[in-house]
């Protein structure tokens, strides 16, 4: 029985950055040809980044990937079989493909059969699927070809493939992250491999594009289902797995040589799973480092308010970037209190940030005199609350203007599911670290930081009454209800689908229920003005949930 050296290569692409893209696929190649490989596999789309979205309506970019690709082939070691994920052309329409290249050339092709167009997913916008499995033949030992949706499903190309003959399964993947994604994931492919007897080799991609992350993992499964070989969550990898496999003659597409010669051992053992908390905060740390460095930031600016969002949106920021990359801002006016005053500047000394202090009241003040004339006879409201953010926003504009810094906001998920933000005003910025974070979790977070990374977010931060103070003794809770009841509302509706019913039924106050869904649904004029950020829940606002501004439909009622 022959056996094969089968390399993983979980690697972090860039959309559309299809130079870098190629000399870094070209790179891993040589280091898995240089550790006795027969095959290297690399992600889903691994040439063009996922997703390219539109893209790939981009006449210009499909043109130049496949100039890249052609270009690709010729460069990669010629004794050394790849697969690697990009986009072909062919005289159906567009295909999401699986390019096998050999010998300087493309040896075949196969295009991905099930088109995701839920949730994050939108191919069908794009690709024509495939119709056909493809089975090659490497060292005697067929492989077939599937590529990530292929095998969420029963049956199809994975079983077409073993019917083909295929003793293995080879799948290229861009999975993006949720919190508790990778046992979804084991527990599919493994549900796969039983289902067609034969192990399954996936690889999966990693890194950071916009709003999602994707967190590698990548798995070899033998063909009970079981786990013997794993690559590790949240950074590039590349996994050698020697693998001794029954020869077959099958049907195969066409048939590659091994390659000869001595080799040195390369165990393979599973990776250490990660615990949730740490999960969270690799993804986050990964997300936003990747947000500010494949879109050509050097720095970071935070505005520093003493309370815990912004604390934790700091430190991610140091975990990400590095201190010397992190600038705290505070904005104090006179209704920032002398503690949240202190705690914004021992945060950043505990961080060891840069950190100013530029004082709004006057500016505040101005605002005011202005529109005096116009607001005579009317109480004040939040429309005086809002300005001090609006003013504050405006700050942290000027400093990213002038320096090039990118502003991070600040927002957890329950600010941002009931429109408890200031439009241009504390959602001003380029990038939202929390946005996906229920107000429970920054908190269960920090506290994990603290234990696991360094004590820099003051105890004080996490036992204060949490408020925006933009007036005096002002809480949270004034406005919102309860933050577990909140939240408990925003996981059942926003990420579950429940309905009031269903929500109340859980537990649920019927009034907080009604009045937690009625902010919902009025808030979305305001999300769609909010800046990107990680997705980390199954169901995040944006690619996830998309829903019209303009809507009449009123289940709250």
Request: charged residues 20%.
């Amino acid at each position: 029985m022959p056996t094969l050296r089968l390399a993983l290569a979980q690697v972090n692409s860039t959309v559309g950055a299809l130079g870098a893209n190629a000399d870094h696929l070209l790179f891993r190649a040589r280091a898995a040809r240089d550790r006795g490989a027969d095959l290297v596999l690399f992600p889903e789309m691994a040439l063009t980044g996922y997703p390219p979205e539109d893209l790939l309506l981009e006449p210009l970019f499909l043109k130049s990937t496949a100039d890249a690709l052609k270009a690709l082939a010729r460069a990669l070691p010629r004794d050394l079989a790849v697969v690697l994920g990009a986009p072909t052309e062919s005289s159906k329409g567009l295909r999401n493909s699986a390019v096998v290249i050999f010998g300087g050339r493309i040896r075949g092709l196969y295009h991905k059969w099930f088109l995701p167009n839920y949730g994050v997913f939108d191919e069908a916008r794009y690709f024509v699927p495939g119709e056909e499995p493809l089975v090659f033949s490497l060292g005697g030992v067929p492989l077939g070809l599937t590529i990530c949706e292929d095998v969420w499903k029963p049956g199809g190309p994975a079983a077409a493939a073993v019917r083909r003959g295929a003793r293995a399964l080879l799948n290229l993947s861009a999975s993006p992250f949720h919190a508790g994604k990778w046992i979804l994931r084991r527990d599919v492919l493994s549900r796969k491999s039983r289902e067609c007897r034969v192990p399954l080799f996936y690889c999966n991609l990693i890194g950071g594009q916009d709003e999602l992350v994707y967190d590698g993992g990548s798995l070899a499964l033998d063909a009970k289902g079981r786990v013997f070989a794993q690559a590790p969550a949240f950074e590039e990898n590349l996994l050698l797995i020697d693998w001794t496999a029954p020869a077959g003659r099958g049907q195969p597409a066409f048939s590659l040589p091994r390659r000869s010669g001595p080799r040195s051992p390369s165990p393979s053992v599973p990776a250490r799973p990660l615990a949730p908390m740490e999960e969270i905060h690799r993804a986050l740390v990964l997300g936003l480092g990747d947000y500010v460095r494949k879109n050509k930031f050097s720095k970071v600016l935070v505005g520093l308010s003493g309370g815990v969002d912004s604390a934790l949106v700091a430190a991610l920021a140091v975990d990400a970037l590095g201190k010397d990359n992190v600038v705290g801002v505070t904005l104090p006016s006179r209704f920032n209190a002398a503690a949240t005053r202190a705690d914004a500047r021992i945060t950043a000394e505990n961080l060891g940030i840069a950190f100013h202090t530029v004082p709004i009241e006057k500016i505040v003040g101005c605002f005011r005199k202005a529109l005096g004339p116009l607001f005579a006879g009317r109480a004040p409201d939040v429309t005086e609350e809002n300005l001090q953010s609006r003013v504050r926003g405006t700050v942290l504009m000027a400093l990213s203007n002038k320096f090039g810094w990118l502003v991070l906001t600040t927002g957890n998920k329950s600010e941002l599911s009931t429109g408890y933000f200031t439009l241009y005003g504390d959602s001003a910025g380029g990038f939202a670290p929390i946005k996906d974070l229920p107000k429970g979790l920054v908190y269960d977070l920090c506290r994990w930081r603290n234990a696991h990374v360094g004590p820099h977010i003051p105890a004080s931060v996490l036992t204060r009454a949490p408020t925006a103070e933009l007036r005096k003794n002002q809480t949270d809770q004034d406005t919102l209800p309860p933050y577990p009841q909140l939240d408990a509302v925003v996981r059942g509706h926003v990420e579950g689908h429940g309905s009031l019913k269903e929500l109340t039924a859980g537990g649920v106050p019927p009034a907080v229920a009604r009045r937690v869904l009625r902010l919902i649904d009025l808030a979305e004029y305001k999300r769609r003005q909010a800046p990107p950020g990680v997705k980390i829940t199954p169901r995040a606002f944006g690619r996830d949930r998309r829903m019209p501004i303009t809507n009449g439909f009123r289940p709250w009622e």
